[in-house]
């Protein structure tokens, strides 16, 4: 496009003549200047638009240009907020983390206290005089005798502890354990698969010591035993007269949990 600007200046330069009138050649001359200068036109008008449409085409790139570096400052901004929730949640978790280890760290000091009221409970239990046998007990002495039948249902001595709570019984009849050694007639008897013998043993303790304290473990334990026999209407109607007569005892608890109830 230089060159030919050039060129066209260079014809129109020599198109001026000095004085003399045109001849032939000056005529051609000026007629090669004039094309040229045509061509120089169509060239310019050319260039005019290609220079618009570059202009044009820069404008879109532009504009793609804005838009494609919002959606990078939109992305930097979305990666920042993930990053910081991230932490947020990095932050939670290790106070969880830390609250978790305390409760362990609190756990395990409750455990070992326990483990040491165990051994000094082990210690104490060890350190427990050992209970009479029958050929120790001083004639004339319960205390003694019902250590001694206590003894042998611990051992699983249970036709001797039987011996024995029935001698408590029959010797001492209105002490104030004699109730708590017929239990554990019934007890014995339930312990050796007697479920019989256990009930009736049982009902002489509700019935002959009716006002003493072990009526409800008797009427539970007799319940049991019915259950054991298959006799359910039977056990049931034990357990709901401990649950009606003594509402607030333990084996009225029990009754509950054996009746399905809560």
């Not at 004039?34 to 220079?51: H, I, M, P, S, T």
């Amino acid at each position: 496009m230089v060159s030919r600007i050039a060129i066209v200046i260079l014809l129109a330069a020599m198109m001026v003549p000095a004085t003399a009138a045109p001849s032939g050649d000056q005529k051609d001359r000026d007629a090669q200047i004039k094309l040229a200068l045509d061509e120089l036109k169509n060239e310019v008008v050319v260039l005019g638009r290609q220079v618009r449409d570059m202009q044009a085409s820069m404008d879109r790139s532009g504009g793609q240009m804005n838009a494609l570096i919002n959606q990078i400052v939109d992305n930097v901004n979305a990666i920042r907020q993930a990053q910081s929730r991230v932490a947020e949640g990095s932050v939670s978790a290790i106070n969880q983390a830390n609250s978790l280890g305390e409760q362990l760290s609190a756990t395990n000091q409750r455990i070992e206290r326990l483990s040491e009221q165990m051994a000094e409970l082990k210690r104490l239990v060890e350190n427990l005089p050992k209970l009479p046998t029958m050929t120790q007990i001083t004639p004339g002495n319960p205390d003694q005798l019902f250590a001694a039948a206590y003894g042998d249902y611990s051992r699983g001595n249970y036709d001797l502890a039987i011996s024995e709570f029935r001698q408590y019984v029959e010797t001492y009849p209105t002490s104030e354990m004699a109730d708590n050694a017929q239990y554990w007639i019934g007890e014995a008897f339930y312990a050796k698969k007697q479920l019989g013998e256990a009930i009736a043993e049982f009902d002489k303790v509700i019935n002959i010591f009716s006002k003493g304290d072990k009526v409800p473990a008797a009427r539970l334990k007799k319940g049991m035993a019915l259950m054991d026999q298959g006799q359910t209407e039977a056990a049931r109607a034990e357990f709901q007269a401990i649950i009606k007569w003594h509402p607030r005892s333990n084996e009225a608890q029990l009754a509950r949990q054996q009746l399905g109830e809560k």
